[in-house]
């Protein structure tokens, strides 16, 4: 199984953004699938996972600014984040069970 990222790149504050994590193989349709961050300097976190039936758990900082969706006919899940903000400056990455992929990096600025 192969994740990758794809669609990071600076934005400006207040700009909307929507990334995406392709996964090879068969299982990912019934996989969950999870969003995180990793700032400069911070640990990674959580944003939310996607279940393979397509039910969503976010963290709580995210407040409605971004929506994970999944389209299993394309192996593929997405991050729409909107209303950005420099604070959510991070490499975004994608995971599927116990497989990573490569991050995708997001810069904001003010």
């Known amino acids: 199984v192969q994740l990758q990222a794809s669609g990071g790149g600076p934005v400006q504050a207040g700009e909307s953004l929507r990334i995406s994590c392709v996964a090879s193989?068969?299982?990912?349709?019934?996989?969950?699938i999870g969003w995180f961050r990793q700032a400069p300097e911070k640990q990674r976190e959580l944003i939310g996972v996607?279940?393979?039936?397509?039910?969503?758990h976010y963290a709580d900082f995210v407040k409605g600014r971004f929506t994970i969706s999944r389209d299993n006919h394309r192996n593929t899940a997405y991050l729409q984040m909107n209303s950005l903000k420099p604070e959510d400056t991070a490499v975004y990455l994608c995971?599927?069970?116990?497989?990573w992929g490569q991050g995708t990096l997001v810069t904001v600025s003010s």
């Open positions: 995971s599927m069970g116990r497989h």
């Open positions: 193989g068969s299982t990912f349709s019934s996989s969950a």
């Open positions: 996607i279940s393979s039936e397509g039910n969503i």
